[in-house]
């Protein structure tokens, strides 16, 4: 859906950008001993992943614990939205994102809707303020605007599956890695976090497993966003 042709250095540039951030900022004591409140006793831990969840009860449940904004990856040219982390260690993350795909990719302007659902599994502290997520992966379902998108084929295609699919609805499937910056216990904004992924999505690999002259860099997509941890 646009802004799809980017180079895998690009990716490699962006990743070497924020590894260089990080080995800038890391503090050269390495990983520090940190309190955490845990049932009223204080503890002093040495942690490799520091994602503590302190959770809501009842209604507060509802209230997202982050926001995001991502450019390109499927979901329109400039998507945002906001997300629930829980689990063990925040592992897993929920959002619902809205996009935009302005007339200058399209034939018109069409909004986008999507869904995702992310886990990752380590964090790894390369000091006292900044985390390194080495993996992230997950799946999204992204539907696009417009009269020209359908679910079901329209009556002017002949047969019942004429084409088999629908267009207005595409299933993804991505990894990546973020980098975080840690803030202050008592912040409202609790992190700020950078990230890139790689994404494609159904079609195209159906696509990629039936032509194998076709090229991995013509059926994935490369995105980047910042999402910003909010939780109390």
Request: proline residues 3%; glycine residues 10%; charged residues 20%.
């Amino acid at each position: 859906m646009s802004a799809r042709r980017w180079s895998f250095s690009v990716c490699v540039l962006w990743l070497a950008a924020l590894l260089s951030v990080a080995q800038a900022a890391a503090s050269p004591r390495g990983a520090d001993t940190l309190a955490l409140a845990q049932g009223g006793v204080c503890c002093a831990h040495r942690q490799l992943d520091r994602r503590i969840h302190r959770g809501y009860e009842g209604w507060e449940r509802l209230i997202p614990t982050h926001v995001k904004v991502q450019y390109a990856g499927g979901m329109g040219v400039v998507s945002a939205g906001v997300g629930w982390d829980y689990g063990r260690r925040c592992r897993w993350e929920t959002e619902v994102m809205t996009g935009i795909l302005p007339k200058a990719y399209s034939d018109r302007t069409h909004a986008t809707f999507t869904v995702r659902q992310n886990y990752i599994p380590w964090s790894i502290s390369l000091g006292s303020r900044i985390a390194l997520e080495p993996f992230a992966c997950g799946i999204y379902v992204n539907m696009i605007s417009g009269e020209d998108y359908w679910v079901r084929e329209p009556d002017r295609y002949p047969g019942d599956k004429y084409y088999g699919f629908t267009s207005r609805l595409r299933s993804y499937v991505y990894v990546g890695q973020r980098m975080t910056w840690l803030l202050r216990g008592d912040s409202a904004l609790r992190g700020v976090t950078l990230y890139y992924e790689l994404a494609a999505n159904d079609l195209d690999i159906i696509a990629k497993c039936g032509n194998r002259s076709l090229a991995l860099s013509e059926i994935v997509y490369f995105s980047f966003g910042v999402k910003l941890q909010i939780f109390r």
